[in-house]
């Protein structure tokens, strides 16, 4: 069945870093791809998404190329803010339906 | 516009309760969701529907029972909680597919002892 890797964390960076959170997925036909951010209490919150084979989703600074080759979606940020912590999850939607990555929680530090 | 709200936002059960969860939405969506996050596992689909009066199973929804009567509600059902089934629950909903976008309503605490 279609299912979502993303790379465990806790990832802890200073301030200014670059960051990268990798993400890979299984399934079939054309799936379209997201990435959420979600902060402590609250609910999951849209960051970026990508409908189709090398569209690239922007947001906030973030970035994440759709690579049908590699299966992947990674997120990147050239300067990550302490604002930037939180927890970043991978997902995937094909027939209606969501598949979402374990998620991988950012620490920011000034 | 309040989004997506859900109710109630924390509960405890005992073993063998029964309960309901309500989500409401108030975008005119088509499609709703329910998920339950667990730590180390992300959110996992439990039921969604893809307008009222239908209903649909996702990934684990052994122990859950949805229903969809009116547009903008969405309620998912407990009928024997078990600790298994101690978790964070969120309720989302989406526009057709022009938008892809899901809105995430706060989420409810659920604790089984």
């Known amino acids: 069945g279609d299912s979502v890797t993303q790379m465990e964390g806790p990832v802890t960076l200073s301030e200014e870093a670059f960051l990268t959170i990798n993400c890979t997925y299984t399934?079939?036909?054309?799936?379209?791809l997201f990435w959420y951010v979600q902060y402590p209490g609250e609910g999951l919150q849209l960051l970026l998404k990508?409908?189709?084979?090398?569209d690239k989703g922007s947001n906030k600074g973030f970035e994440a190329t759709y690579r049908k080759e590699t299966t992947s979606f990674h997120l990147e940020k050239g300067s990550v803010q302490v604002s930037d912590s939180a927890v970043y999850f991978c997902a995937l939607l094909n027939f209606n339906k969501f598949y979402f990555g374990s998620g991988t929680k950012l620490n920011v530090k000034p | 516009n309040a989004g997506v709200t859900q109710t109630p936002k924390f509960r405890v059960l005992k073993t063998g309760q029964s309960m309901t969860l309500l989500c409401a939405q108030d975008?005119?969506?088509?499609?709703m969701y329910w998920y339950r996050q667990d730590p180390g596992m992300g959110l996992r689909l439990i039921h969604y529907?893809?307008?009222?009066?239908?209903?649909a199973k996702g990934e684990v929804p052994d122990g859950y029972n949805v229903s969809r009567l009116k547009k903008q509600n969405f309620l998912l059902g407990l009928e024997s909680a078990a600790p298994s089934q101690t978790s964070v629950y969120f309720c989302?909903?989406?526009?057709?597919?022009?938008?892809?976008?899901?809105?995430f309503g706060p989420g409810t605490r659920l604790t089984v002892t």
């Open positions: 990508a409908t189709k084979a090398d």
């Open positions: 399934a079939t036909g054309y799936p379209s």
């Open positions: 529907s893809v307008g009222e009066g239908t209903t």
């Open positions: 975008m005119n969506h088509e499609y």
């Open positions: 989302a909903s989406r526009g057709l597919a022009a938008s892809y976008e899901q809105y």
